[in-house]
T-cell receptor, first 114, second 115 residues
Framework: KAGVTQTPRYLIKTRGQQVTLSCSPI?????VSWYQQTPGQGLQFLFE???????NKGNFPGRFSGRQFSNSRSEMNVSTLELGDSALYLC?????????????FGPGTRLTVL | AQSVSQHNHHVILSEAASLELGCNYS??????LFWYVQYPGQHLQLLLK??????LVKGIKGFEAEFIKSKFSFNLRKPSVQWSDTAEYFC?????????????FGQGTELSVKP
């Protein structure tokens, strides 16, 4: 069974640009969550989607947005990039409700903002 | 706000030594507890989880953890570490009734095992 896949794996952008990251969950998984990992702040929750609906959102500015498609694939978008957005962005999928099910993490997308 | 605290930032052990990594959380309601591991160059993967029942849970690769509700703790243990256990370990909590699947992670503990 294929794991969670994230594309692209590495990305370099400049301040002010926008970026879209993609996540394909494990086949059959309906929930996707996104996390940001930085050396200073650690792992922080961005948002959670289930059946195309955002069910939960972390404390990030409105520049961070996401969506989920009918095939459970998810994208997150960051607009007007800032230097501080440089991070590893992790996607995790869960069969159904992630509150009571294991979340499987992908390899992440390493975003560098110059 | 809910938070998770891991006591040690970096632990260095020799092979065959025993391991205990501390984790405390701040939330008085119902919680689910997790330990994740990130081996060098690899994905985060689940070591073990506690939802309910026996507070002593066993995970993969010989790891176990004990949930002590009165101490808000969920410490990770392994009787004898191996060089291959070198990794970063993260404790995480969610509060299923309030925040669903949102995981709150500790800052991580980097474990280095000397051969």
């Amino acid at each position: 069974k294929a794991g969670v896949t994230q594309t692209p794996r590495y990305l370099i952008k400049t301040r002010g640009q926008q970026v879209t990251l993609s996540c394909s969950p494990i086949s059959g998984h309906r929930s996707v969550s996104w996390y940001q990992q930085t050396p200073g702040q650690g792992l922080q929750f961005l948002f959670e989607y289930f059946s195309e609906t955002q069910r939960n959102k972390g404390n990030f500015p409105g520049r961070f947005s996401g969506r989920q498609f009918s095939n459970s694939r998810s994208e997150m978008n960051v607009s007007t990039l800032e230097l501080g957005d440089s991070a590893l962005y992790l996607c995790a999928s869960s069969l159904v409700d992630p509150a009571y099910n294991e979340q499987f993490f992908g390899p992440g997308t390493r975003l560098t903002v110059l | 706000a809910q938070s998770v605290s891991q006591h040690n930032h970096h632990v260095i052990l020799s092979e065959a030594a025993s391991l205990e990594l501390g984790c405390n959380y701040s939330y008085g309601g119902t919680v689910n507890l997790f330990w994740y591991v990130q081996y060098p160059g690899q994905h985060l993967q689940l070591l073990l989880k506690y939802f309910s029942g026996d507070p002593l849970v066993k995970g993969i690769k010989g790891f176990e953890a004990e949930f002590i509700k009165s101490k808000f703790s969920f410490n990770l243990r392994k009787p004898s570490v191996q060089w291959s256990d070198t990794a970063e370990y993260f404790c995480a909590v969610n509060s299923p009734y309030n925040q669903g699947g949102k995981l709150i992670f500790g800052q991580g503990t980097e474990l280095s095992v000397k051969p």
